[in-house]
């Protein structure tokens, strides 16, 4: 991570209301995501100071709320954005995810790899929407586009989902 960046998040949560664990995988994937979130990324909200900025996402009457103070807890602004938008790709993520996980406890490495394209792919383009629903908002680059989606994921989960 580029540490000297004014432009990067150095805290992250999840709203813990929000947050349904599903699987170990499902929080493996929280956990991981958030890791390599603040070890490397770039977000810069749009007309604001400079950071480091700490984020907090919620979800709020169906729609992500992005909360985002400085490093020092001064707020920055909060961001609302819908999550139909999301729908889609967040179902058809978990559906290749469920696949992926079951593969690997038993199928042919070119399965495994086969599912593991598919997943990546999905999260290419649910990143990239990410990137287009923040355009104007907040600057991000891909990968932490890419980050935020696998927690957004996570929030956006329902009591009645059900992932194997």
């Known amino acids: 991570m580029n540490e000297t960046s004014p432009f990067r998040i150095v805290d992250i949560s999840l709203d813990e209301r929000s947050v349904i664990r599903r699987t170990p995988e499902i929080d493996h994937d929280r956990s991981v995501a958030i890791f390599d979130l603040l070890e490397d990324n770039h977000f810069r909200p749009e007309g604001t100071a400079e950071g480091p900025y700490n984020l ?3 979800i ?3 729609r ?6 400085l490093g020092e807890g001064d707020p920055v ?3 609302i954005l819908s999550l139909r938008p999301f729908s889609r790709v967040v179902k058809d993520y978990f559906e290749i ?3 992926y996980y079951d593969a690997i406890k038993g199928s042919s490495p070119q399965k495994i790899e086969a599912l593991d394209m598919a997943r990546r792919g999905i ?3 649910a990143a990239d ?3 287009d629903r923040l355009e104007g908002k907040i600057e991000v680059d891909i990968d932490t586009a ?3 989606f696998t927690l957004i994921s996570v929030l956006h989960l329902r009591p009645d989902a059900t992932i194997r």
């Open 56 to 58: 907090r996402l919620s």
């Open 60 to 62: 709020e009457e169906g």
């Open 64 to 69: 992500l709320v992005v909360d985002i103070t």
């Open 77 to 79: 602004g909060k961001h």
């Open 97 to 99: 995810c469920a696949s």
């Open 123 to 125: 999260h290419d383009e």
């Open 129 to 131: 929407l990410l990137k």
């Open 146 to 148: 890419r980050r935020l």
